[in-house]
């Protein structure tokens, strides 16, 4: 009755949960959330009025499909200005988040029966979008060595190429890891595709979440090549806090967005107008607000990497951007509760929700079996006592 794609796209995980878990906030459960995907500062005051005024002057009509101008240009300005990448106004496109701009992406380069590159642990989205588009995700590990956890395994990465391969994708800060990646790895991976032309969709969401001397690198800024090859994928949900006014976009070569368009201009027309001002006073405005929030959240990454790096059998390392931390809980699976005993991220997810109130997402969605996604996107007095109810829960098992 229904189509193959449609029929092969498991629900996402984390909306699952946060459904969950909104239930049980309804029920008057008090539930200490550690599985936020988005800031839990409000979207600042100078872009809340930029919408008003656009909705008061009445710039409510359909605009352009790849975005109005003027924030075509302001896009372009940042990415010349913080990211080291001189592109056009006409290589840009803006989107319904980041995520449209990704899910686009894939459809302009894929044909059915491509391979597409997928570093894991992964965001939860990358899969199911890779299926949809009618390619195959080739899921391959990254580095779990010492120093170099979670950054890009590049000689499985080569081993991985096929005549097939169309495209990498990579996430840097990543969601869940937190991993930055360096220059060096970067530079390897430009290089490969260029060697066996293959394109690398960028997906930079969290660049300005990052903590400590870390530095984000676009790959595209590297070189002429790698530009010419790259795509990439930002948005304004996570660093100004915006993840319901959806809009994102994606920089890339022209004729790549030429088409991107094309397609765009089917499927939604374009973006909104009310969200394009709010975006553009994003961009045109000093960006203190961000900067604050950074500060709050390297505050909260440091308590909660202390505490979950000092229970007993938890293994954390430490990451320096987005706002999440991948800490490994497998020492804990065979272990007995009420409810059984616990074999994997799901069970282990299940049982802090059911017996002491934490929501976390079970690693296993994200390509992490043994690890749980743990948010520090909540208040410091929350953080706390999820980890103290945590601590004590994992004493609890036997
Ligand atoms: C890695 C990553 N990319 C993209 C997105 C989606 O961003 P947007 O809200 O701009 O669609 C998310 C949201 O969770 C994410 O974690």
């Given at each position: 009755?229904?189509?193959?794609?449609?029929?092969?796209?498991?629900?996402?995980?984390?909306?699952?949960?946060?459904?969950?878990?909104?239930?049980?906030?309804?029920?008057?459960?008090?539930?200490?959330?550690?599985?936020?995907?988005?800031?839990d500062f409000d979207t600042p005051l100078y872009i809340r009025e930029a919408a008003k005024k656009a909705i008061d002057e009445g710039f409510t009509k359909y605009t352009a499909t790849p975005g109005i101008p003027e924030l075509r240009k302001a896009i372009c300005r940042k990415l010349r200005e913080e990211n080291d990448i001189s592109y056009q106004d006409t290589e840009i496109c803006v989107t319904t988040g980041a995520k449209q701009?990704?899910?686009?992406?894939?459809?302009?380069?894929?044909?059915?029966?491509?391979?597409?590159?997928?570093?894991?642990?992964?965001?939860?989205?990358?899969?199911?979008?890779?299926?949809?588009?009618?390619?195959?995700?080739?899921?391959?590990?990254?580095?779990?060595?010492?120093?170099?956890?979670?950054?890009?395994?590049?000689?499985?990465?080569?081993?991985?190429?096929?005549?097939?391969?169309?495209?990498?994708?990579?996430?840097?800060?990543?969601?869940?890891?937190?991993?930055?990646?360096?220059?060096?790895e970067l530079a390897v991976l430009a290089e490969l595709a260029d060697r066996y032309d293959f394109w690398i969709i960028s997906d930079e969401v969290y660049e300005k979440l990052i903590y400590n001397d870390a530095r984000h690198i676009s790959i595209a800024s590297l070189s002429g090549n790698a530009r010419s090859r790259t795509v990439t994928?930002?948005?304004?949900?996570?660093?100004?806090?915006?993840?319901?006014?959806?809009?994102?976009?994606?920089?890339?070569?022209?004729?790549?967005?030429?088409?991107?368009?094309?397609?765009?201009?089917?499927?939604?027309?374009?973006?909104?107008?009310?969200?394009?001002?709010?975006?553009?006073?994003?961009?045109?405005?000093?960006?203190?607000?961000?900067?604050?929030?950074?500060?709050?959240?390297?505050?909260?990454?440091?308590?909660v990497y202390n505490r979950l790096s000092k229970m007993k059998g938890v293994e954390c390392s430490n990451a320096l951007g987005a706002f999440y931390l991948l800490p490994d809980f497998s020492a804990y699976f065979g272990r007995r509760w009420r409810g059984g005993v616990l074999k994997d991220s799901f069970d282990l997810a299940d049982y802090l929700l059911t017996e002491v109130k934490v929501a976390a997402v079970p690693g296993d969605s994200f390509r992490a079996p043994g690890c749980l996604r743990i948010s520090y996107s909540n208040s410091m007095e929350c953080l706390r006592e999820g980890m103290d109810r945590i601590e004590s829960s994992l004493a609890e098992l036997q």
């Open positions: 009755m229904f189509s193959d794609r449609a029929n092969q796209v498991t629900p996402s995980a984390t909306v699952e949960l946060n459904a969950k878990v909104a239930q049980m906030t309804r029920e008057g459960v008090d539930v200490i959330k550690l599985n936020i995907g988005e800031p701009a990704l899910y686009e992406a894939l459809i302009t380069i894929v044909q059915e029966g491509d391979e597409v590159i997928l570093p894991t642990p992964c965001w939860v989205s990358y899969e199911d979008m890779i299926r949809l588009s009618g390619a195959r995700p080739i899921l391959v590990q990254t580095n779990r060595t010492e120093g170099d956890r979670f950054h890009l395994d590049l000689g499985a990465i080569e081993r991985a190429v096929t005549k097939r391969t169309k495209a990498v994708i990579i996430n840097t800060p990543n969601n869940p890891t937190g991993v930055v990646y360096r220059k060096a994928v930002n948005g304004f949900s996570k660093a100004f806090a915006m993840t319901g006014w959806r809009i994102g976009y994606a920089a890339g070569p022209k004729e790549f967005i030429q088409k991107m368009k094309g397609i765009q201009g089917h499927v939604t027309s374009g973006i909104n107008s009310i969200a394009q001002k709010a975006a553009l006073a994003a961009y045109t405005t000093p960006q203190d607000s961000v900067a604050e929030m950074c500060a709050q959240f390297a505050l909260r990454r440091e308590m």
